[in-house]
């Protein structure tokens, strides 16, 4: 969850990303949602090690590392939207 990693793993190409998303904060660094969010795929894909998620195949993040990530990256207004299809979700980043 260190940002310098997040950083670092957001910028890299990723071959499920179907766009690389741009850091929208200041002085081009990653926006606290764009941290939280990048840290839950950087999560998400260590435990998968390459296995594939998609519609039908979902994977349930335990509730200690939501919380974990949460409380590192906190949205400003503490509200938090849950499960976003890929589509939607990449608007965000």
């Not at 310098?4 to 660094?29: C, D, H, S």
């Amino acid at each position: 969850m260190d940002s310098g990693v997040l950083e670092t793993y957001f910028r890299i190409p990723k071959v499920n990303w179907k766009r690389q998303p741009k850091p929208a904060g200041t002085n081009g660094r990653l926006t606290v949602k764009q941290y939280r969010l990048t840290a839950y795929r950087h999560f998400l894909e260590w435990v998968l090690q390459g296995e594939r998620l998609g519609r039908g195949c979902r994977v349930v993040l335990p509730a200690c590392v939501v919380q974990a990530i949460r409380q590192k990256y906190p949205a400003p207004d503490g509200q938090y939207c849950g499960h976003q299809e890929v589509e939607d979700a990449q608007e965000e980043l």
